[in-house]
T-cell receptor, first 112, second 111 residues
Framework: DVKVTQSSRYLVKRTGEKVFLECVQD?????MFWYRQDPGLGLRLIYF???????EKGDIPEGYSVSREKKERFSLILESASTNQTSMYLC???????????FGSGTRLTVV | AQTVTQSQPEMSVQEAETVTLSCTYD???????LFWYKQPPSRQMILVIR??????QNATENRFSVNFQKAAKSFSLKISDSQLGDAAMYFC????????FGTGTRLQVFP
Protein backbone atom coordinates (compact mmCIF):
# COMPACT_ATOMS: atom_id res chain seq x y z
CA ASP A 1 0.00 0.00 0.00
CA VAL A 2 1.09 3.53 -0.73
CA LYS A 3 2.03 5.39 2.36
CA VAL A 4 2.19 9.14 2.82
CA THR A 5 3.85 10.18 6.06
CA GLN A 6 3.64 13.60 7.62
CA SER A 7 6.36 14.16 10.16
CA SER A 8 4.25 15.80 12.88
CA ARG A 9 0.72 15.11 14.01
CA TYR A 10 0.51 18.24 16.18
CA LEU A 11 2.65 21.35 16.09
CA VAL A 12 2.57 24.56 18.10
CA LYS A 13 4.60 27.51 16.81
CA ARG A 14 4.94 31.17 17.69
CA THR A 15 3.96 34.05 15.44
CA GLY A 16 6.84 35.01 13.15
CA GLU A 17 8.58 31.64 13.31
CA LYS A 18 9.65 29.83 10.16
CA VAL A 19 7.78 26.52 10.03
CA PHE A 20 8.55 23.42 7.99
CA LEU A 21 5.94 20.73 7.40
CA GLU A 22 7.44 17.59 5.95
CA CYS A 23 5.77 14.96 3.80
CA VAL A 24 7.28 11.76 2.45
CA GLN A 25 5.69 9.16 0.16
CA ASP A 26 7.11 5.70 -0.48
CA UNK A 27 5.62 4.62 -3.81
CA UNK A 28 7.47 6.67 -6.38
CA UNK A 29 4.52 8.93 -7.12
CA UNK A 30 5.18 11.79 -9.51
CA UNK A 31 2.59 14.17 -8.08
CA MET A 32 2.43 15.65 -4.61
CA PHE A 33 0.06 18.17 -3.06
CA TRP A 34 -0.44 20.29 0.04
CA TYR A 35 -3.95 21.13 1.20
CA ARG A 36 -5.25 23.15 4.08
CA GLN A 37 -8.45 22.00 5.84
CA ASP A 38 -10.67 24.40 7.78
CA PRO A 39 -14.19 23.82 9.16
CA GLY A 40 -16.84 24.89 6.68
CA LEU A 41 -14.27 25.49 3.94
CA GLY A 42 -13.29 21.92 3.08
CA LEU A 43 -9.84 21.26 1.64
CA ARG A 44 -8.14 24.02 -0.26
CA LEU A 45 -5.07 23.49 -2.43
CA ILE A 46 -1.99 25.46 -1.39
CA TYR A 47 0.75 24.15 -3.71
CA PHE A 48 1.40 21.11 -5.86
CA UNK A 49 4.26 19.53 -7.74
CA UNK A 50 4.29 17.22 -10.75
CA UNK A 51 8.04 16.59 -10.69
CA UNK A 52 11.22 17.13 -8.73
CA UNK A 53 12.16 20.81 -8.47
CA UNK A 54 8.84 21.73 -10.01
CA UNK A 55 6.11 23.59 -8.11
CA GLU A 56 2.82 25.22 -8.98
CA LYS A 57 0.61 27.55 -6.97
CA GLY A 58 -2.76 26.26 -5.93
CA ASP A 59 -5.75 28.32 -4.86
CA ILE A 60 -4.33 29.81 -1.65
CA PRO A 61 -0.51 30.06 -1.93
CA GLU A 62 -0.09 33.39 -0.11
CA GLY A 63 2.15 33.08 2.94
CA TYR A 64 3.46 29.66 1.90
CA SER A 65 6.26 28.21 -0.18
CA VAL A 66 7.29 24.65 -0.99
CA SER A 67 10.39 22.62 -1.73
CA ARG A 68 10.75 19.39 -3.67
CA GLU A 69 14.42 18.42 -3.88
CA LYS A 70 13.71 14.69 -4.03
CA LYS A 71 10.83 12.85 -5.64
CA GLU A 72 9.59 11.33 -2.41
CA ARG A 73 9.66 14.47 -0.27
CA PHE A 74 7.52 17.58 -0.49
CA SER A 75 7.94 20.26 2.17
CA LEU A 76 5.57 23.10 2.97
CA ILE A 77 7.20 26.22 4.40
CA LEU A 78 5.57 29.02 6.34
CA GLU A 79 8.16 31.78 6.07
CA SER A 80 6.74 33.82 8.96
CA ALA A 81 3.89 32.02 10.70
CA SER A 82 0.77 34.00 11.50
CA THR A 83 -2.27 33.13 13.62
CA ASN A 84 -4.48 32.88 10.52
CA GLN A 85 -2.35 29.94 9.41
CA THR A 86 -3.60 27.88 12.34
CA SER A 87 -5.18 24.94 10.55
CA MET A 88 -4.99 21.27 9.59
CA TYR A 89 -2.51 20.60 6.79
CA LEU A 90 -2.86 17.53 4.61
CA CYS A 91 -0.28 16.18 2.20
CA UNK A 92 -1.25 13.89 -0.69
CA UNK A 93 0.38 12.07 -3.55
CA UNK A 94 -0.72 10.37 -6.76
CA UNK A 95 0.63 8.71 -9.85
CA UNK A 96 -2.48 9.32 -11.91
CA UNK A 97 -5.11 11.81 -10.83
CA UNK A 98 -7.78 9.55 -12.28
CA UNK A 99 -7.08 7.08 -9.48
CA UNK A 100 -7.54 9.62 -6.71
CA UNK A 101 -4.96 10.74 -4.20
CA UNK A 102 -3.41 9.04 -1.16
CA PHE A 103 -3.34 11.29 1.87
CA GLY A 104 -1.21 11.57 4.96
CA SER A 105 -2.89 11.72 8.35
CA GLY A 106 -2.48 15.47 8.66
CA THR A 107 -0.60 17.97 10.79
CA ARG A 108 -2.65 20.16 13.07
CA LEU A 109 -0.70 23.41 13.33
CA THR A 110 -1.45 26.01 15.98
CA VAL A 111 0.25 29.40 15.72
CA VAL A 112 0.17 31.39 18.97
CA ALA B 1 -13.89 28.19 -12.31
CA GLN B 2 -14.50 24.60 -11.30
CA THR B 3 -16.43 24.24 -8.07
CA VAL B 4 -17.88 21.48 -5.90
CA THR B 5 -20.88 22.14 -3.68
CA GLN B 6 -22.07 20.05 -0.75
CA SER B 7 -25.23 21.69 0.53
CA GLN B 8 -25.68 19.52 3.64
CA PRO B 9 -23.24 20.49 6.41
CA GLU B 10 -24.63 17.74 8.66
CA MET B 11 -26.72 14.62 8.21
CA SER B 12 -27.81 11.88 10.56
CA VAL B 13 -29.06 8.36 10.07
CA GLN B 14 -30.21 5.47 12.20
CA GLU B 15 -28.08 2.33 12.18
CA ALA B 16 -29.14 -0.09 9.40
CA GLU B 17 -30.99 2.66 7.52
CA THR B 18 -30.04 4.33 4.22
CA VAL B 19 -28.76 7.87 3.79
CA THR B 20 -27.92 9.95 0.72
CA LEU B 21 -25.32 12.72 0.68
CA SER B 22 -25.64 15.34 -2.04
CA CYS B 23 -22.95 16.85 -4.25
CA THR B 24 -23.08 19.10 -7.28
CA TYR B 25 -20.20 20.43 -9.33
CA ASP B 26 -19.57 22.91 -12.06
CA UNK B 27 -17.19 22.44 -14.96
CA UNK B 28 -16.95 22.96 -18.69
CA UNK B 29 -14.81 19.83 -19.07
CA UNK B 30 -16.30 16.71 -20.60
CA UNK B 31 -13.76 14.22 -19.29
CA UNK B 32 -13.17 14.12 -15.55
CA UNK B 33 -13.34 11.96 -12.45
CA LEU B 34 -15.43 12.22 -9.33
CA PHE B 35 -14.69 10.86 -5.87
CA TRP B 36 -16.14 10.51 -2.42
CA TYR B 37 -13.68 10.54 0.47
CA LYS B 38 -14.39 9.66 4.10
CA GLN B 39 -12.52 11.33 6.96
CA PRO B 40 -13.13 9.65 10.35
CA PRO B 41 -11.91 11.19 13.63
CA SER B 42 -8.49 9.66 12.98
CA ARG B 43 -8.20 12.33 10.22
CA GLN B 44 -7.06 9.80 7.61
CA MET B 45 -8.74 10.53 4.29
CA ILE B 46 -10.07 7.29 2.83
CA LEU B 47 -11.23 6.92 -0.76
CA VAL B 48 -14.76 5.51 -0.68
CA ILE B 49 -15.79 5.42 -4.32
CA ARG B 50 -14.74 6.73 -7.72
CA UNK B 51 -16.70 7.54 -10.89
CA UNK B 52 -15.41 8.17 -14.39
CA UNK B 53 -17.48 10.82 -16.16
CA UNK B 54 -17.51 8.96 -19.48
CA UNK B 55 -19.10 5.90 -17.86
CA UNK B 56 -22.86 6.04 -17.59
CA GLN B 57 -23.04 3.17 -15.14
CA ASN B 58 -23.13 4.27 -11.52
CA ALA B 59 -20.20 3.05 -9.40
CA THR B 60 -20.84 0.71 -6.48
CA GLU B 61 -18.58 -0.46 -3.66
CA ASN B 62 -20.34 -2.81 -1.27
CA ARG B 63 -22.79 -0.66 0.76
CA PHE B 64 -21.75 2.53 -1.02
CA SER B 65 -23.17 3.58 -4.38
CA VAL B 66 -23.45 6.80 -6.34
CA ASN B 67 -26.15 8.42 -8.42
CA PHE B 68 -24.23 10.18 -11.18
CA GLN B 69 -26.26 12.57 -13.32
CA LYS B 70 -23.82 14.11 -15.78
CA ALA B 71 -26.23 16.53 -17.43
CA ALA B 72 -27.33 17.83 -14.03
CA LYS B 73 -23.73 17.78 -12.74
CA SER B 74 -24.84 15.86 -9.70
CA PHE B 75 -22.95 13.11 -7.85
CA SER B 76 -24.72 11.87 -4.73
CA LEU B 77 -23.50 9.12 -2.39
CA LYS B 78 -25.89 6.52 -1.00
CA ILE B 79 -24.90 4.53 2.06
CA SER B 80 -27.05 1.47 2.65
CA ASP B 81 -27.35 -0.49 5.90
CA SER B 82 -25.53 2.30 7.78
CA GLN B 83 -23.10 1.24 10.48
CA LEU B 84 -21.69 3.10 13.47
CA GLY B 85 -18.29 3.08 11.75
CA ASP B 86 -19.70 5.13 8.87
CA ALA B 87 -19.80 8.19 11.12
CA ALA B 88 -17.31 10.64 9.61
CA MET B 89 -16.87 13.72 7.44
CA TYR B 90 -17.58 12.94 3.80
CA PHE B 91 -16.03 14.99 1.03
CA CYS B 92 -17.04 15.04 -2.61
CA UNK B 93 -14.18 15.80 -4.99
CA UNK B 94 -13.72 16.48 -8.68
CA UNK B 95 -10.57 15.97 -10.75
CA UNK B 96 -9.37 17.14 -14.13
CA UNK B 97 -5.77 18.11 -13.48
CA UNK B 98 -6.05 18.45 -9.69
CA UNK B 99 -8.50 17.46 -7.00
CA UNK B 100 -11.06 20.08 -5.96
CA PHE B 101 -13.08 19.38 -2.83
CA GLY B 102 -16.46 20.37 -1.51
CA THR B 103 -16.92 21.72 2.01
CA GLY B 104 -17.91 18.35 3.45
CA THR B 105 -20.90 16.72 5.15
CA ARG B 106 -20.65 15.46 8.71
CA LEU B 107 -22.55 12.18 9.03
CA GLN B 108 -23.76 11.00 12.43
CA VAL B 109 -24.99 7.45 12.88
CA PHE B 110 -27.32 6.70 15.79
CA PRO B 111 -27.78 3.22 17.26
Amino acid sequence: DVKVTQSSRYLVKRTGEKVFLECVQDMDHENMFWYRQDPGLGLRLIYFSYDVKMKEKGDIPEGYSVSREKKERFSLILESASTNQTSMYLCASSMFGSEGYTFGSGTRLTVV
Amino acid sequence: AQTVTQSQPEMSVQEAETVTLSCTYDTSESDYYLFWYKQPPSRQMILVIRQEAYKQQNATENRFSVNFQKAAKSFSLKISDSQLGDAAMYFCAFNTDKLIFGTGTRLQVFP
